[in-house]
């Protein structure tokens, strides 16, 4: 069972793009979810997570204020609203199934999948 994200694309610096992780073969509604990037070269790193019922969220610190995380439970998906996008926030973004532990830790992640690719021009 893998989570897949959709909705990457190639937009200029200040735009805006809503990304979408849908989950297939099991709804995993009752789990925190996160998303991650990871731009070219460099290592995997956290975004942004969200508990299983929406009710607390938590950032990255260079992405606070401009992203937002939010699910909707009855159609199995968790978006990622991305706003005043920089060429920094270039890379491909996953969205996987949280197990416990520190949320910005790659390895306390399942179902990852395909991610969307994010491109920013300056």
């Known amino acids: 069972v893998q989570l897949q994200a959709s909705g990457g694309g190639l937009v200029q610096a200040g735009g805006s793009l809503r990304l979408s992780c849908a989950a297939s073969?099991?709804?995993?509604?009752?789990?925190?979810k996160g998303w991650f990037r990871q731009a070219p070269g460099k290592e995997r790193e956290f975004v942004a997570a969200?508990?299983?019922?929406?009710?607390?969220?938590y950032y990255r610190d260079s992405v606070k204020g401009r992203f937002t995380i939010s699910r909707d439970n009855a159609n199995n998906t968790v978006y990622l609203h991305m706003n005043s996008l920089k060429p920094e926030d270039t890379a491909v973004y996953y969205c996987?199934?949280?197990?416990?532990?520190?949320?910005?830790?790659?390895?306390?992640?399942?179902?990852w999948g395909q991610g969307t690719l994010v491109t920013v021009s300056s």
């Open positions: 996987a199934v949280f197990m416990g532990g520190r949320y910005y830790d790659t390895a306390n992640y399942r179902a």
């Open positions: 969200i508990t299983w019922n929406g009710g607390m969220s």
């Open positions: 073969g099991r709804t995993f509604s009752t789990y925190d």
